[in-house]
């Protein structure tokens, strides 16, 4: 019998990017090993290296593949059940778990995980994995299913659209601790945005103003800083809803209770805080702690929710059967369809959106009390500030996560039609802006930032899509 693995290499980038280089070189050359057919040599080096660190899903995996390869099936299971439970958002562990199950012949098992792979895989915006998990879904199942199944694979559109998902594919990640509840399939407070054209990007004017303001507020930029977002071009999507408000603290909770999910931050025991313009590394920091151990949500449950890695949002996105925006999808959603800068227009109003709204100087002073009256605002608070569309915190209040991969030249070859940012990439994009800025400039909807999918911090959060 021949094993064929789903094999991957962007996955590694997105998970624990805390992982000491020692470990990592030893799993990768255990990987080599695998690669080479030499498990027992493969399988001593990944135990030393989960002893090292028992928190790095991917040794788990690569151990998973090593016994899946010597038709180990109970512990090639066991060890990408372990990968998931550190790492919930990691498909490529769903596809294998099925795959073993197909081997053995308990293939309702196997359809079940290579489901529950495909679903993931959509949820991530990767048409690829997902196609070719689909296409094994056709070749296990049997009946009713297998004609679903081979309906969804016939509507199969080109890269630049996004796949039509059966009605009954579950989708909910992967979470050991409970059973997964799935979050009900609903549009409640979601927005349709039609299918059509809008500007996205910046013009070299807009960058030049985006330098000159930044200056008046005391920042020393660049030009090159916002050179990722020329050209302006013009982009086609198709229909899609997005969520009037970012995701807030009680529907992040309902996730949670729902699934037993953790956090990024609350596997790893810590989150970031930036403390003037430093960032800190604060232990017991996470979603339900946002400043640290002895910090609290409670009477913010309509707050954003905040210290929510990309994998976290993802997780939270798939289990509401939903998926996160794309960078197109955010900034039409944000900007609409005229090319305006900010939500509500083209002129700045710091009364519009939750932001520092104070001068570079006290910022560099810190001072003790600083937290005291600033940080997030309810959801939908700042009314003023609504987009074209009327979305609420499109600007400002925290930033939020995108499925794109970052590229800074990506707009110089991106589709014109339902863009999806490149195939592979080490950050993801956020859009936004947050609380914690007094800059304008970077509360543009043409602005980007960029951070590794494990990154979570005080002013980050997000909102989901789905397809019409």
């Known amino acids: 019998m021949v094993v064929i693995f789903i094999i991957f290499s962007s996955f590694i980038s997105e998970i624990n990017a805390q992982t000491s280089s020692e470990v990592q070189k030893i799993v990768k050359e255990a990987e080599t090993l695998i690669n080479q057919g030499l498990h027992q040599e493969a399988i001593k080096k990944l135990e030393i290296a989960i002893k090292k660190d028992p928190s790095y899903a991917v040794a788990y995996y690569q151990l998973g593949k090593s016994y899946h390869a010597q038709l180990q099936y109970e512990p090639a299971i066991k060890n990408y059940k372990k990968a998931l439970e550190l790492q919930p958002s990691l498909a490529e562990a769903c596809y294998n778990i099925g795959s073993c199950y197909i081997d053995i012949g308990n293939s309702g098992n196997g359809i079940k995980w290579l489901d529950q792979a495909k679903g993931i895989f959509y949820g991530k915006n990767d048409l690829e994995k997902y196609k070719k998990t689909l296409e094994k879904l056709v070749t296990v199942s049997t009946g009713e299913k297998r004609k679903v199944y081979q309906k969804e694979l016939n509507n199969f559109p080109p890269p630049t659209v996004t796949p039509v998902i059966a009605s009954f594919t579950p989708t909910p990640p992967v979470i050991i601790t409970k059973t997964p509840t799935p979050g009900r399939e609903s549009t409640d407070d979601m927005i349709l945005i039609s299918a059509g054209k809008f500007l996205m990007g910046s013009s070299e004017k807009d960058i030049e103003e985006a330098v000159k303001i930044s200056k008046s507020y005391g920042w020393e930029v660049e030009r090159s800083w916002f050179s990722d977002e020329l050209p302006r071009h013009e982009v086609y999507l198709n229909d899609f809803y997005i969520d009037k408000y970012e995701v807030t603290n009680e529907k992040f909770k309902k996730f949670v209770l729902s699934t037993g999910y953790k956090t990024d931050a609350e596997r790893e025991g810590f989150a970031i805080i930036w403390v003037g313009l430093e960032p800190k590394k604060i232990s017991g920091a996470d979603w339900q702690h946002p400043m640290g151990s002895g910090s609290s949500i409670n009477g913010k449950m309509d707050h954003p929710v905040v210290q929510v890695s990309w994998n976290d949002a993802c997780a939270y996105a798939v289990w509401a059967k939903k998926r996160l925006p794309t960078e197109a999808e955010w900034e039409k959603a944000s900007r609409g369809t005229d ?64 499925s794109d991969w970052y590229s800074k030249d990506y707009y110089n070859y991106a589709s014109e039609e339902n863009p999806k940012g490149p195939q592979k990439g080490e950050k993801k994009i956020l859009k936004g802006g947050s609380w914690y800025y007094d800059n304008p400039a970077y509360l543009r909807a043409g602005l980007k930032l960029a951070e590794p999918p494990d990154s979570r911090n005080f002013m980050i959060g997000f909102r989901c899509v789905k397809d019409k």
């Open 339 to 402: 090319g305006r800068i900010y939500p509500w227009g083209n002129t700045w109003n710091d009364n519009y959106c939750n932001n520092l709204n104070m001068n570079l100087s006290y910022l560099l002073g810190f001072m003790p009390d600083f937290f005291k009256n600033r940080g997030t605002l309810p959801a939908g608070k700042m009314s003023e500030g609504i987009s074209p569309y009327g979305l609420m915190d499109m600007a400002g209040n925290v930033w939020e996560w995108c």
